[in-house]
């Protein structure tokens, strides 16, 4: 079974600093994907960073980065830059490998940015 | 640019009534999925399906039942709602299997009493 954990309830930020949202996986499938979603208050799922596991570098998308630690079974988001709009719920994902359609969602960290 | 759109948005519901929600698609994707999200526990997949006339179990999918008689619907039932059953619904869908891009609609927030 695939198993999606995400130990941060909560984070809080200062605008404009850096931060790192954990996300750890079990899966014992070689071949499968992660993601990242945000989910703001108006509720709407926006898709923002995805990693395969047989990529070789760590995915990035604007200020999103993926540190992809294969070995570790570990794939955090890192926010740069950090902007009020960015207040919002985050969920990690796995898609397993061929055969299989779920996506499997960690329980999600609520990211506050201050100003 | 409609991508999934699901009807109704808001629903309250009496215990042991009845309802259908939809799921539209306007991008040809073959996979359709329903997701319900509920407080700390993240989305939990109910049912889904790998195209027009097919559909399958997910983790989560006791009390619903699902249909696909056309590849752009999906279409999620509750025979005899349950409070349990209250919890916001999402509809996604994705070209293939491999295909990263899972597009979600907006989602229903449905509260049965």
């Known amino acids: 079974a695939q198993k999606i954990t995400q130990t941060q309830p909560g984070m809080f930020v200062q605008e404009k600093e850096a931060v790192t949202l954990d996300c750890t996986y079990d899966?014992?499938?070689?071949?499968?994907?992660l993601f990242w979603y945000k989910q703001p208050s108006s509720g709407e799922m926006i898709f923002l960073i995805y990693q395969g596991s047989y990529d070789q570098q760590n995915a990035t998308e604007g200020r999103y980065s993926l540190n992809f630690q294969k070995a570790r079974k570990s794939a955090n988001l890192v926010i740069s830059a950090s902007q009020l709009g960015d207040s919002a719920m985050y969920f990690c994902?796995?898609?397993?490998?061929?055969?299989?359609?779920?996506?499997?969602f960690g329980k999600g960290t609520k990211l506050s940015v201050i100003p | 640019n409609a991508g999934v759109t699901q009807t109704p948005k808001f629903r309250v519901l009496k215990t042991g009534q009845s309802m259908t929600l939809l799921c539209a698609q306007d991008m040809n994707h073959e996979y359709m999925y329903w997701y319900r999200q509920d407080p700390g526990m993240g989305l939990r997949l109910i049912h889904y399906s790998v195209g027009e006339g097919t559909t399958a179990k997910g983790e989560v999918p006791d009390g619903y039942n699902v249909s696909r008689l056309k590849k752009q619907n999906f279409l999620l039932g509750l025979e005899s709602a349950a409070p349990s059953q209250t919890s916001v619904y999402f509809c996604?869908?994705?070209?293939?299997?491999?295909?990263?891009?899972?597009?979600f609609g907006s989602g229903t927030r449905l509260t049965v009493v």
């Open positions: 994902a796995m898609r397993p490998g061929a055969g299989s359609y779920q996506l499997t």
């Open positions: 996604a869908s994705t070209e293939n299997w491999a295909d990263y891009g899972y597009t």
């Open positions: 899966t014992s499938d070689p071949s499968y994907g």
